[in-house]
């Protein structure tokens, strides 16, 4: 009995020793990233709506019968093309009417001035009096200033002749006619519409930056964070509905200087070169201004950042492979990556695989890295063996 119970008892003593080696199980194997500062192109997408560059109200200059339109409605048109005829009727008469006022005034000035240099030429002989002479200079001079408004009234009367003929002031395309052949139209405060005729090449592409964006581009500016291109232009890229991409579109050519009090946005411009029509003003597409660069950014893998209690935060390893948790604050997305705007220095590593297996101040085991292996965007990353 005494060496049945000497053996059981040997036997607890195997099985606690075997217990105590599973409660204590190897340091998890991580993949690590060393945190490396660099420059990283950077762009920003926001919602846009084309608008053509120059967009012209045709309206009826001179009143009238409207004879004929002479374009098709939606095509394009040229500078100076002939859009629409008011009936001329009234105006060639007009300007009959001005031409023959204009040539009796000729008449009278001419026998005025006859007159003077006669009366003139008495009175230099002492045979016509004083009055005679001044009376005959201010038929004269009045005579004149006749001819002056007979030559104002025709021209005035050659205008309203021109006007009746509507010509296209811009090249572009044309919207439909607002009023029908055979309309009366007018002018003044009644106006008449006649249709509308939008510039499409280039196009203007209005989009709206929040203002605390605003702010925030415009410190990192000024700190030396965030540099532009050499010119100062902004290039963008346009993406259509149907998920097509326009690469080097245009450029941004004007920032409001204002906020608007409704949205809360700032105002921005680009300029789009259009040769195709492909664009059509009231279009809706996204608009990503390329050409800025992050200098010394530092950047870590999206699948590296927790969220903890106090916010964002990474597991960081030191010198003895211990993992401790460090909060951090995050900037924008940049491909697969987040931008650290606080937390993490050149050399930290940063466990980026195998995380969830981690505690805090537990050890853990660095995968070996591959030759040559290397995170995209510059940090370089170990390669686990077993994931």
């Known amino acids: 009995m005494v060496a049945l119970g000497l053996s059981v008892a040997a036997c607890e003593e195997q099985k606690q020793a075997n217990g105590g080696a599973q409660a204590a199980p190897p340091p998890p194997e991580v993949l690590l990233t060393t945190v490396e500062t660099r420059d990283i192109p950077v762009s920003y997408e926001y919602a846009g709506r084309v608008t053509g560059s120059r967009e012209v109200e045709v309206r009826a200059r001179v009143s009238g019968i409207l004879m004929e339109r002479t374009y098709t409605e939606g095509e394009k048109v040229k500078q100076g093309d002939l859009l629409f005829l008011i009936d001329p009727a009234p105006y060639e008469a007009a300007l009959a009417q001005a031409e023959a006022m204009l040539q009796q005034q000729q008449a009278n000035l001419a026998q005025a001035e006859r007159e003077w240099k006669r009366i003139s030429s008495l009175f230099e002989r002492n045979a016509v009096s004083a009055r005679e002479r001044d009376s005959a200079l201010s038929t004269l001079e009045l005579a004149k200033a006749t001819v002056a408004g ?18 296209a002031p811009i090249s572009g395309v044309t919207s439909l006619e607002a009023v029908s052949e055979g309309s009366l139209v007018g002018t003044g405060q009644d106006s008449s519409l006649l249709t509308r005729i939008s510039q499409l090449d280039p196009v203007y592409v209005n989009f709206a930056v929040p203002d605390a964006e605003s702010l925030q581009l415009r410190n990192m500016r000024e700190s030396g964070a965030l540099t532009q291109p050499a010119d100062g232009r902004l290039r963008v890229d346009l993406r259509l509905s149907d998920g097509s991409t326009v690469a080097d579109a245009g ?7 204002t906020i608007d009090p409704n949205t809360g946005t700032i105002r921005n411009r680009a300029v789009v070169a259009n040769p195709g ?30 969220q903890g209690p106090q916010g964002m935060m990474v597991y960081v390893v030191d010198g003895e492979n211990t993992a401790t948790p460090r909060p951090i604050k ?3 997305a940049i491909e697969d990556s987040w931008l650290v705007r606080e937390g993490l220095k050149t050399g930290d590593r940063v466990i980026v695989e195998g995380v969830i297996k981690v505690r805090p101040g537990q050890k853990v085991r660095p995968a070996e890295p591959k030759q040559g292996d290397q995170k995209p ?4 990353q170990a390669q686990a063996g077993n994931r």
């Not at 009234?153 to 309203?160: D, H, K, M, S």
């Not at 450029?251 to 200087?257: G, L, N």
């Not at 965007?377 to 370089?380: A, D, L, S």
């Open 150 to 167: 007979a030559r104002a009234e025709l021209r005035t009367a050659r205008i309203n002749l021109d006007y009746t003929r509507v010509e």
């Open 251 to 257: 450029y941004v050519d004007f920032t409001d200087s």
């Open 277 to 306: 029509s492909d664009l059509m003003p009231g279009q809706f597409v996204r608009v990503m201004v390329n050409g800025m660069v992050l200098r010394d950014a530092v950047t870590v893998p999206q699948a590296a950042v927790l």
């Open 330 to 332: 995050i900037g924008r």
């Open 377 to 380: 965007g510059g940090q370089k």
